[in-house]
Nanobody, 124 residues
Framework: QVQLVESGGGLVQAGGSLRLSCVAS????????MGWFRQAPGKEREFVAY?????????YYGDSVKGRFTVSRDYAKNTVYLQMNSLKPEDTAVYYC????????????????WGQGTQVTVSS
């Protein structure tokens, strides 16, 4: 079974940056596509980004974060990152990483494993 642990969340001022990390343990981590989702109080879980399993390693972003967030992965360290720049108060949410289809997906239902989440709060 794959286990995922997110870290790197915190409180930042609007316009600031954070880097989230997701460390995976268990078998065949490298065969999964990895996604990031977020959920704010009173709102539905929202797709943020995904990165496909190599060799393409293609990435895809939700419209609300395109141009500001960057997802990457380090296979040697079993770690996926989400670099978040130009943060806005609307980005405030709990952020989750997830392991799913090698090709990636924007649908949370397609992911098999989820981390516990890390809180990101952006002040105005």
């Amino acid at each position: 079974q794959v286990q995922l642990v997110e870290s790197g969340g915190g409180l930042v001022q609007a316009g600031g940056s954070l880097r989230l990390s997701c460390v995976a343990s268990g078998p065949i981590f490298s065969t999964y596509g990895m996604g990031w989702f977020r959920q704010a109080p009173g709102k539905e879980r929202e797709f943020v980004a995904y990165i496909r399993y190599w060799p393409s390693g293609n990435t895809y972003y939700g419209d609300s974060v395109k141009g500001r967030f960057t997802v990457s992965r380090d296979y040697a360290k079993n770690t996926v990152y989400l670099q978040m720049n130009s943060l806005k108060p609307e980005d405030t949410a709990v952020y989750y990483c997830a392991a799913g289809p090698p090709s990636g997906s924007v649908y949370s239902s397609e992911y098999n494993y989820w981390g516990q989440g890390t809180q990101v709060t952006v002040s105005s």
